[in-house]
């Protein structure tokens, strides 16, 4: 049989690679964005007694009421962001399914949608699977700013979409209030819609502010802002997440979303409601995971190996310049097979650019994970 792919150029994603070749030689996954440490007991405990309680038929398609309420109560409180809870607010399967239904109902045939490479691996494919171009602006290594001019430069009257993901994954980078700045001319002059993926939104370090869309009114008039609870209560299996959209945006989301998944886990969203509405888990997140980051750079000190500035996210890229000249996919999987550490190569989220000698690691670890890790990188 003869099939005309949609997506020609899509093979199995670097994720499931990396995370495979790890299990198959016994290396140290820090590839994969995960945590391998458990989460809070008594979010387990939540769910169970939802569950027993009788809580497991399909959630309402817009999401457990209580849910959209405490995550329009966090934006409020957050980023002084009102949005109705009713109309405004969409629980979604991860941030994935989110980022796939905002770009499939917006997205026409032949629209283009501006990405920044080095990008988060989903949103290229869902754009060419709804029939839109995806235009590649690049953030450059060492810095990976956005270059504001290549962006006015990139759009078109054909632009319907900026997509934005700040903490940035994999360069580790965040949007600062210059950016924000930009971004609203950008927005004034073209009346574009953005894409905002913030799922590490509660992973800032060094006491910088996220940038949400939410804090400023003429940016969020425009924005889908993705979350995922995922990150914040290290629950990656779960997959649920949420989308803040104005209403016009919001039903337009809506008409996707239930057909793409109707709705989402009924007692995981119980569970998840009390804590987001008790103000739990993501008051700490930062500190705990900036010692995580401070414990993984300590420990990797001296060696070859050069850091480059982690801002936010649980990501850290390292320079392996002074260690080898191979590509970063030869050296990942090379890393892996010899030295049993697993990593991923940022070539995996590059459109145009050659990658640059860095490799990203992930230190949602514990600690004697991280410092195994580093014992087997110091050899190096
Ligand atoms: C930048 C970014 N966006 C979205 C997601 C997907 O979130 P979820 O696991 O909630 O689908 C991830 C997960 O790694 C991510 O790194």
Redesign the pocket.
């Known amino acids: 049989m003869h099939l005309r792919s949609k997506l020609p150029a899509v093979g199995t994603t670097i994720?499931t690679v990396m995370s495979k070749l790890a299990a198959d030689v016994g290396a140290i996954n820090l590839s994969?964005?995960?945590p391998d440490f458990d989460c809070d007991p008594a979010l387990v405990d939540a769910v169970a007694r939802h569950m027993r309680e009788g809580r497991n038929q399909y959630a309402p398609m817009q999401g457990v009421p209580a849910l959209r309420q405490a995550v329009a109560a966090t934006l409020e409180a957050l980023y002084g962001a009102a949005y109705d809870p009713d109309g405004e607010i969409t629980i979604?399967?991860?941030?994935?399914?989110?980022?796939f239904d905002a770009v499939a109902a917006l997205v026409h045939s032949g629209d283009e949608a501006i990405v920044f490479e080095p990008?988060?691996d989903?949103y290229v494919p869902a754009i060419e699977v709804n029939g839109g171009r995806a235009v590649v602006v690049s953030l450059r290594y060492p810095d990976y700013r956005v270059p504001w001019d290549e962006v006015r430069a990139a759009i078109s009257p054909r632009t319907r979409m900026i997509v934005l993901?700040s903490p940035?994954?994999?360069t580790a980078t965040i949007l600062s209030e210059s950016d924000m700045t930009e971004l609203t001319r950008i927005v004034d002059d073209s009346g574009v819609t953005i894409l905002s993926?913030e799922?590490?939104e509660h992973i800032i370090f060094d006491g910088a502010r996220h940038e949400s869309m939410a804090r400023y009114p003429a940016l969020r008039a425009h924005s889908f802002i993705?979350g995922?609870?995922?990150?914040t209560y290290h629950v990656?299996g779960w997959?649920?997440?949420y989308v803040a959209a104005p209403a016009a945006l919001s039903a337009e989301f809506r008409k996707v979303h239930q057909f793409v998944t109707f709705s989402t886990n009924t007692p995981v969203q119980h569970a998840l409601a009390e804590f987001l509405a008790d103000g739990r888990g993501y008051p700490g997140l930062s500190a705990f995971y900036q010692r995580k980051r401070d414990l993984f750079l300590a420990l990797i000190e001296g060696s070859r190996w050069k850091p480059l500035l982690s801002r936010g996210?649980y990501f850290q890229l390292l320079d392996y310049s002074a260690i080898t000249d191979e590509t970063d996919m030869d050296f990942a999987l090379r890393l892996t097979r010899e030295h049993g550490v697993a990593s991923i190569p940022t070539s995996a989220f590059l459109y145009t650019q050659t990658a640059p000698p860095v490799l990203r690691f992930c230190f949602a670890k514990k600690d004697e994970t991280l410092e195994s890790a580093a014992t087997r990188l110091r050899d190096l």
Request: aromatic share 16%; net charge neutral.
């Open positions: 994720f994969q964005g995960f979604t399967s991860g941030g994935t399914e989110a980022i990008c988060y989903s993901n940035h994954n994999p993926d799922v590490y993705v995922s609870f995922g990150k990656t997959k649920v997440g996210t």
